[in-house]
């Protein structure tokens, strides 16, 4: 049984622990494919740790890769895009003939900045989760393959650099891909495929967030529920203390940039991939598709690390081909079996397409089992334009938990209806009303600026809003997605009468607000034409609502996950259950398909 098996391989992690390197790492993995995947293992392992703990030392304290080592282990590379701390690039990776997915961060910089534990904490996760995905439980993480420090920064000479040179051009000749590779399962041949051209993604859409470390993209065992012990955390947002040296001598300053290597995802993120369908949308036949392996991907997430991504977007998915039987011919169809709750499902992609759905980016992440459940900060303020209506009206009175991935997934679901942008995009021309702008600002503010205010993240974040995003932002979610807040309107959608929203002093202002006559006709209005649940009359809208009514159980499903009181929102296994999805359900138990995903099915629960 499961159990079993994990004492099995920890049994094997220990005697390969007490091996020489050689022996353990070049050696054993000739023996058996299982030896093999405990070596890949134990390399991304100690390769993560190291980076990890470099993280927290002083320059000169972790070993470094000097440029000659760098360049020749990836002898060619090409820019893909550059964000906070971080650029990423497409680099040919010599010894495994295949093209590998590279982050660049400055190790100093984030030091300086107080986020060496925000990146620490980002290479554990993104290292459990490909562990997930080696071990079979779940294909829609991307694979860590290595860590390691260096003092050279990329060579953007050679390489590339965001805005200033031209992307060098693909090698003409790229080594070719051996029949087997060493670092891959049988069940993914798609990893042994090496593209002729790496896919780049196209420039993104800043952000409108308080200064943070931006988000990268990634084999460890899945006993820990968060990083293994390092040095006392510092407050967030302050850099750390350095302890005095032991000595008078002073440690050696080499500036050092952490290089991260994953797999590529080669169809790039979902929302660039989206302007690229026809008519800037996939066919609505694909969106349950789509969106049962992005919720499967969250729940998965959820039951094993307890993970809180908080920035749950299309921006923050991946593509790339799905798992094929070795020598499957392109346009194969690819069946994939699934179990969630009481049931199990089945999906159908196709071999050498782009369709696989990856979750990734988890540099805003939590698995702390101590803080689920305790007040929001301002790290869970990420993407401005996507914070749910609980953090932007109740404030640290909102509690860290599930429900603001799931109205993240529920926007996702706008995304995937509209098309073309961002919601925000969209409905740029709506604006909120200076009047209910300047009642939010004095219900935020209303508290003082100290710690004890309920609104003391939000104060901050408004401290540096020049262009008016948090207000902007409540107001439209309040007309795409909000209740009517019409006297005589149906209750469903209500938040009024308590809990974290109904509540707090920023919904008695929208409150107050909407029942005055001016506020109450400006509200009526801006439904009319952009309601996403009552009739907007917007081109953009009138669309995405033509498209959800093709697909049975999809407004349901919008509903849930975007419920304005976090209590009733829907949670990701409850969306998975709804109708939408029922035509994905296995019709009856029967041998399972090659690739099938079935560890977290209920206890005594049979596909249907």
Known sequence: DGATDEGRRLAWWLVMSSLPADEALLTLPLVSKG???????????????????????????VPLRDKEEVTKAFPSGRFLAAGGYKRVYAVLNEAQRRWEAMSVLDIKQLRT?????ALAKELWISLMLSQLRRRGRCPHFLHLHQCFQSSMPPPEDEWGAPASRAIPPTPKKIPPTPARLATETDSESEDDACPATPVPSRARRPKQTPKKMTPMATRAPMTARKPPPTAARAPPGTARRRKPAATSRKPRQVHAYQYVLSELATGGDMEEACKLQPGEAWETAMLPTLLFQMLFSVHVAQKELMLRHYDIKLLNFFLTQPPAPRRALRGTDVRMRYAAGKSEYEITLRAGENTLAMLADFGTADVDEETLGAAVGVAQYTTLENTP????????????SYACDAFGLGLCVVHLLTGEAPYEELLDELHCPPDLAAALD????????????????????????????????????????GPSLAPAADADGAVDGGGVVG???????????????????RYAKDRKQWSLLDGGKAEAIERARARMGELPGCEALLRGLTHFDPERRWGVEEAIASDFFAPLRAAAAGPPPPLAFLHYREAGSAAN
């Open 503 to 521: 509540a707090s002093a920023a919904w008695a202002a929208v409150r107050k607000w909407a029942k005055s006559s001016a506020g109450g006709k």
């Open 113 to 117: 900045d107080g986020l060496s534990e």
């Open 442 to 481: 004095g219900a935020w503010r209303g508290g003082g600026d100290g710690k004890e205010s309920v609104y003391h993240a939000m104060v901050r974040l408004l401290d540096d809003d020049e262009n008016n995003v948090l207000p902007d932002t409540l107001y439209r979610l309040l007309i795409m997605l």
């Open 35 to 61: 030896f093999r995947d405990l070596a890949i293992d134990s390399v991304a392992l100690a390769s993560t740790l190291a980076s990890m703990l470099g993280c927290h030392k002083d320059e000169g304290s």
């Open 389 to 400: 209506p609980e953090l932007l009206l109740g404030g640290a009175a909102a509690t860290q």
